[in-house]
């Protein structure tokens, strides 16, 4: 198979396992992690196929830390969905990143877009990678008995909380439902998303609207009157500067989605997975409904 | 107070307070984390008190190890006690650490003990740390609301599995339960506890004895027909050289601890705080019962 088997690890009542591939998008080897549920391993190949969660990480982060301090896995195994956490950008010999070396931007920090500028353009298509090439590669393995094309939602943190609204609204009627945690709703206004943008995409705001949350609501339609859900914490640091979650809503009023973002702003709360994973009960409990498993 | 606030974070319905303070007993400045659950917050003075559970972590281990990865948080919250996550050994300039550099030996791995050898004698009195003077220094701040004597259990994982054992064994009154994920029951045994031991004890195997919990089963009488509970996974790389959970189980025959050492083998777990969080669900609830709460 593509897909190597580095490590399984027993966790709740699943498995973690961590894997790598060679991915055509990126040119370069990608790391996932996947928690597969206590019900993959209790299910029969004929039995339903499990849902999944896509979480899409934050800045600097790598497959491992959501997977050992997010928390999903018992809710995971409450539910009964598999989680993909993939990596947050390609990595490697020959992988370009920030010439400053600062952590907001290249390795680390993808952004989930497909890149137009080089010398990035090379590998750091994570856009074509999160929602293309990764389903395939996992349906390849895992297939016959988990969902990751028709029934699969999504979620991120940070940068992987912009990843998960703009993946979500560019392929509406992909993923079932989502949320997120501390997202950068619209990364055209703000410092973090202007340096990503202009290094990956170029000066063209035509084309950074076509990943900007908040651009993205006025042109596409909630056909199903769907939710987001999105938490942020009032003690988080970034949150006046690069969260500014009120922009979504703004953008949203006269749209289909205006009264359809439910920004929960969590007292006390900073941007750490101490926050996300206080909030990841109630975001596996919005998921799960979406997934059809309530 | 003695106690430094250093942070104060919000996690699940209560907040996660990073402390320091001088130690008498150490001599250095020691790190403690203590999880406040949200009975804390929402409980007038006069209430009953919060009872707490003493979590001793592992060999390398900081305060904020178990604290972002074990996941007691919300464990915490829906018993509601109070979590103590202390330092695993003294730090800073001047304390003494393996000569060798090694990891199982000085800083971060003070194995909860007395030190009686030079040069630890001068700051590696963890015994005396985590058993009096933490209580003593927590309870000035937070007595008030918080039971750090009278109600309080024990538990810890691997080097800290051991000092939980010992540290409750050797205080068979203070402690209301006892459990331990992953522990060193026998040290004076295996090759981590001779290496501690001969380290910060000396050659006397009679001062070894004072603290190894499969000596202490048969000198120290479970006058309360307790249970105490373990957790190990099989797949853990240190089960079979510095584990061996079986050696306080046959410690334990014809003593008044003779089945009432439970200890669970789970099959595919390893020794990260995977396993841990696996299993801190059942360990919460064993104190729970313990500590009055359900």
Redesign the interface.
């Known amino acids: 198979m593509a897909l190597k088997l580095t490590s399984?690890?027993?966790?709740?009542g699943g498995?973690?396992l961590k894997l790598s591939h060679p991915s055509s998008s990126t040119g370069t080897n990608m790391d996932i992690n996947l928690y597969l549920p206590k019900q993959y391993y209790n299910s029969a190949e004929s039995a339903k196929l499990i849902p999944s969660l896509l979480y899409l990480s934050g800045l600097t982060c790598s497959p491992q830390n959501a997977s050992?301090?997010a928390?999903w896995?018992?809710q995971a195994d409450k539910y009964g969905f598999a989680v993909i956490f993939p990596d947050t950008s390609p990595r490697g010999e020959g992988v370009a990143t920030d010439p400053e070396g600062s952590w907001d931007f290249g390795i680390g920090a993808g952004f989930y877009v497909n890149a137009t500028e080089q010398p990035y353009s090379a590998h750091y298509n994570m856009y074509d990678y999160v929602h293309k090439e990764l389903p395939q590669v996992l349906a390849e393995e895992f297939g016959s008995k988990v969902d990751f094309f028709d029934n699969i939602s999504i979620t991120g943190h940070s940068m992987g909380g912009f990843g998960a609204l703009s993946g979500y609204l560019k392929n509406i009627n992909r993923y079932k439902s989502c949320s997120a945690f501390a997202p950068i709703v619209n990364p055209s206004t703000v410092p973090w998303g202007q340096k990503a943008f202009k290094g990956y995409l170029g000066e063209d705001k035509r084309i950074w609207a076509e990943y900007d949350p908040s651009d993205l609501v006025k042109t596409v339609t909630n056909v199903n009157g769907d939710k987001i859900l999105i938490h942020v914490?009032t003690?988080d640091p970034f949150l006046e500067k690069h969260l500014k979650p009120h922009l979504i809503e703004d953008a949203a009023k006269g749209t289909s989605w205006e009264g359809k973002i439910e920004v929960n702003i969590?007292?006390?709360?900073?941007h750490?997975?101490?926050?996300i994973?206080?909030f990841v009960?109630q975001h596996a409990e919005f998921h799960a409904k979406h997934l059809g498993l309530i």
């Open positions: 399984t690890i027993a966790v709740c498995k973690l050992e301090k928390f896995q018992i914490g003690s969590e007292d006390g709360f900073d750490s997975y101490y926050f994973s206080s009960p």
